[in-house]
């Protein structure tokens, strides 16, 4: 090593801005440990298997240790080695043999390659309270410094999609492209391909406005996968709050400069862009985990420990620990990732996965937690779509409906109760306010519909085909005799399980698929739609594809006639939610008389035409009407509304039911927008009054023609999100 030529050229640098960051002459180093007596920065030469110089940083301020090298630049391969004591009975894990990852590293190159080595403690033995002396660096991925100050190709500003006109499209970088032959096939499967004018003109075409990215930063394949030749698939631990994953570049040296294209493209297409993170634990696992940044920086800092014996970590997350985001570093580290998403990559909303361990405390779960108001004040990410799944599995994790205003969550209980419903298993009661944006769980504290993010099917589970396909999960593939995932589906597969031939089978299948698109995109709320269901996509009954990176999770273009179909089904549906703005009001649904113009905002009515009445609500009643009226007050502001009237019908049971189409003021006829039980494009007209064969498990959507016109929109009236 090269130890007398950097040791010359050493400075004290500064405690700020945290990372490696080179500023056109040099670049300063900086680590935060509470609790470490040395930190040695690591060089390495360009292929990451020799160490040419090892430096102590000669400074320590404000518990950071930094040092200032003029001669490095961007592209350098570096880490550290932390000294401290090994004392895991007391949470300290320092261990200097184990080469660490910089938690600000912008970037990553090369592969974790599982070896004994990579733990702290001697792993053979299985004891965590040894100590290991070998050196893990031959086994580990390097950092890089990277040029932050390199510009992306040129985009227009973000979106800025208001919230109540939001349709999210959930993707994997990988996932999306792997099998599209219109994608050059060295971009298959990274953020070029990804960017590709192949993939954003059929993501733009479908009529959404967001892309919800499941998660691109560094992450970690779980040993117990890779000795089965499986891998981590979904992502869901990371190791690099900074770094897009590697993994996804076509050239890996340059993951930064191609994510930054891909936020880019995406833009001048008119789409946000968000990430899927997940600050709640690392790839660090338990006390038995390996070694690889955090535990061998500041394990008592950087972790939730047992207070009572801090040689265990608290596991709220199922995954072996949990970010402690209650240290103000750590949450300062956390904000720092956010904000360097926001402004640097110009991303423009977050997804936090599991989200309640993000708010945890000393007394549990905490809507006031610092970390959530700094997200809802600050003002970079104050800016940005925060969107909250909100349970984790600690005690008191869910937690839906429950974080504060500003924040958007994901409903499970839409899922199950429109799923339950179109299966025949639940009443009009169960899915009535979940087509209102669960305004039993979100109309409070001045938050909107859109707080509430509807989903029928995502990553995790089935996908909408196999949820009128399958019955029982199929996890066979993942190597645990389909003991994992969650066995509770609510799912019906119209007779047979899995493909078959039958024609009446096939038939059903296929509306049934409609009616749960539809149902998605004409609710309240936020629609979230999974990549694929749009035209039909499969994952075989896996319902816990998360090690899977093959066809079972891949999205399959050759859709054939029953996906080009759905898929041209399912642009309609969208375009119909963008059109009529009763479909994604700003305003919950009440159902109260606006007496100034004597029309309810909403109604529900009778198969007979009538209003529903209280004892209508029975278990047994399966149709409904929903009326929206357009006329209805749309603010607070005294004024009519300018909207188009809409009634949404949806009837599961198994036979026919005539429905009466029902009266309203200054009504003339109603026009039929959309049937599930004959898709294609009709738009008849029908008499108020008169009668409408609502199909067996069926949806329709008609419009109000009135005898006069509505009045104009006002251009210059602002709504609360502009």
């Not at 792993?123 to 890089?144: N, Q, T, W, Y």
């Not at 900074?242 to 880019?264: H, T």
């Not at 610092?370 to 003002?379: E, G, H, N």
Request: glycine fraction near 8%; aromatic fraction near 10%; charge should be negative.
């Amino acid at each position: 090593m090269n130890m007398m030529i950097r040791e010359r050229g050493l400075q004290e640098g500064s405690p700020h801005p945290h990372g490696a960051l080179w500023d056109g002459r040099g670049t300063n180093f900086t680590l935060f440990s509470a609790h470490a007596t040395k930190v040695e920065l690591c060089l390495f030469d360009s292929t990451g298997k020799t160490e040419t110089a090892r430096i102590a940083l000669p400074e320590y301020t404000d518990q950071i240790f930094h040092g200032y090298l003029p001669e490095v630049k961007p592209g350098q391969l570096y880490g550290y080695r932390v000294h401290g004591a090994y004392e895991p009975a007391q949470g300290h894990r320092f261990n200097p043999n184990k080469l660490l990852l910089d938690p600000y590293a912008r970037a990553h190159f090369g592969d974790l390659v599982w070896d004994a080595a990579l733990f702290g403690y001697n792993m053979e033995s299985g004891d965590d309270l040894s100590f290991d002396e070998r050196d893990s660096a031959p086994f580990m991925p390097k950092c890089i410094v990277a040029d932050t100050h390199q510009a992306g190709e040129w985009q227009r500003k973000n979106p800025r999609h208001k919230w109540s006109d939001t349709v999210i499209y959930e993707t994997h970088v990988r996932g999306f492209t792997k099998l599209n032959t219109g994608v050059p096939e060295e971009l298959r499967g990274t953020y070029e391909g990804l960017a590709s004018k192949e993939s954003i003109r059929h993501i733009k075409d479908l009529g959404v406005t967001a892309v919800e990215l499941l998660p691109i930063h560094t992450f970690v394949t779980d040993k117990f996968l890779t000795d089965k030749n499986l891998t981590n698939f979904w992502g869901y631990n990371t190791i690099g709050f900074f770094a897009p994953d590697p993994r996804y570049s076509a050239d890996p040296l340059s993951s930064v400069q191609e994510f930054k294209n891909m936020v880019a493209r995406f833009h001048d297409a008119g789409l946000e862009v968000i990430l899927d993170v997940v600050y709640n634990h690392t790839a660090e696992g338990n006390e038995r985990g390996p070694t690889l940044s955090f535990k061998g920086i500041d394990n008592v800092s950087y972790y939730h420990l047992q207070p009572d014996n801090p040689r265990y970590y608290n596991n709220d997350t199922g995954t072996g620990n949990t970010f402690n985001l209650a240290h103000p570093r750590v949450m300062g580290m956390v904000v720092d990732s956010l904000r360097y998403w926001v402004q640097e990559m110009h991303i423009d909303g977050f997804r936090f996965d599991l989200a309640s361990s993000l708010a945890r405390g000393p007394q549990g779960f905490d809507k006031r937690s610092a970390f959530l108001q700094v997200c809802s004040t600050d003002p970079v990410l104050s800016t940005a779509k925060l969107i909250a799944e909100p349970w984790d599995i600690g005690p008191g994790g869910y937690q839906v409906g429950n974080f504060p205003p500003g924040w958007a969550e994901w409903t499970d209980r839409f899922r199950d109760d429109v799923r339950d419903f179109w299966r025949g298993q639940a009443s009009i009661g169960s899915i009535t306010s979940r087509l209102c944006a669960s305004e039993d769980t979100f109309n409070n504290d001045g938050r909107r519909p859109w707080s509430c993010i509807n989903f029928v099917s995502a990553h995790d589970g089935f996908t909408m085909k196999d949820v009128v396909t399958y019955n029982e999960k199929h996890n066979e593939a993942n190597g645990e005799n389909s003991q994992d995932g969650n066995s509770d589906n609510r799912s019906w597969n119209c007779g047979v399980e899995g493909p078959t031939e039958d024609e009446a089978i096939l038939e059903l299948r296929s509306r049934q698929n409609r009616n749960l698109m539809a149902t998605l995109l004409f609710s309240q709320g936020t629609p979230m739609i999974l990549a694929g269901d749009e035209f039909g996509r499969s994952s075989l009954g896996n319902n816990n594809a998360y090690c899977q990176d093959n066809e079972i999770s891949w999205v399959n273009w050759d859709i054939g006639d029953y996906g080009d179909k759905l898929l041209t089904f399912t642009k309609r549906c969208v375009a119909l939610r963008h059109k009529y703005p009763v479909l994604r009001r700003n305003r919950f649904y009440t159902g109260e008389l606006d007496q100034e113009h004597g029309v309810h905002d909403v109604r529900w009515i009778r198969p007979d035409g009538e209003d529903e009445r209280q004892e209508d609500w029975t278990d047994y009643a399966k149709c409904v009407g929903m009326l929206m009226d357009g006329r209805a007050q749309i603010h607070s502001v005294p004024q009519q509304g300018d909207h188009a009237t809409v009634l949404l019908l949806l009837n599961a049971h198994f036979e026919e039911i005539d429905f009466t189409l029902p009266d309203e003021p200054d009504g003339k006829e109603w026009t039929l927008l959309l049937d599930t039980n004959d898709p294609e494009e009709k738009r008849e007209k029908f008499k108020i009054g008169a009668t409408y064969e609502l199909g067996p498990r069926t949806l329709s959507l008609f419009v109000l023609n009135t005898r006069h016109p509505a009045p104009e929109p006002d251009p210059k009236r602002k709504t609360v999100e502009e």
